[in-house]
């Protein structure tokens, strides 16, 4: 797959406000942030979509979970928050390279806006 935005991020060819970072997985703050936390959380590895993951990445894909509770836990998130992987063009990704949002520190209400419909 091509390069992205995000292999620069983890590779740190260019600046981002990151906060953790180890072997599997990497977490910065959302250039464009959606609420007062707004935190990316990324595999090392360059999986293009949700829809591209295999058995070999359950390691990495597991680390994303806890990293998103201690960073939560840093942010002082004790009223909740919410985690989205957004996967391809019906989930509106923008950035090819497997992600996972953390957002909190205000209500965020319902998943998705009722006036979309189901
Ligand atoms: P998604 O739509 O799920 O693919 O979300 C992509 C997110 O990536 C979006 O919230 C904005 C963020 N983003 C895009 N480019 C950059 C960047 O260069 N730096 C940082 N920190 N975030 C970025």
């Not at 597991?62 to 509770?69: C, E, I, K, Q, W």
Request: with cysteine; aromatic share 6%.
């Amino acid at each position: 797959m091509s390069d992205t935005i995000f292999a620069k991020i983890i590779r740190k060819e260019i600046p981002a406000d990151i906060l953790y970072q180890d072997d599997l997985v990497t977490a910065f703050r959302d250039i464009n942030p959606q609420a007062p936390s707004h935190i990316l959380i990324v595999p090392n590895k360059p999986i293009a979509t949700a829809a591209d993951v295999t058995e070999e990445d359950e390691a990495a894909l597991g680390r994303l979970f806890t990293v998103a509770r201690k960073l939560a836990e840093a942010d002082g998130l004790d009223q909740g928050y919410r985690l989205i992987v957004n996967c391809k063009e019906h989930g509106h990704q923008e950035v090819f390279h497997l992600h996972m949002h953390l957002l909190g520190g205000r209500p965020l209400g319902p998943m998705l806006a009722s006036s979309q419909g189901g």
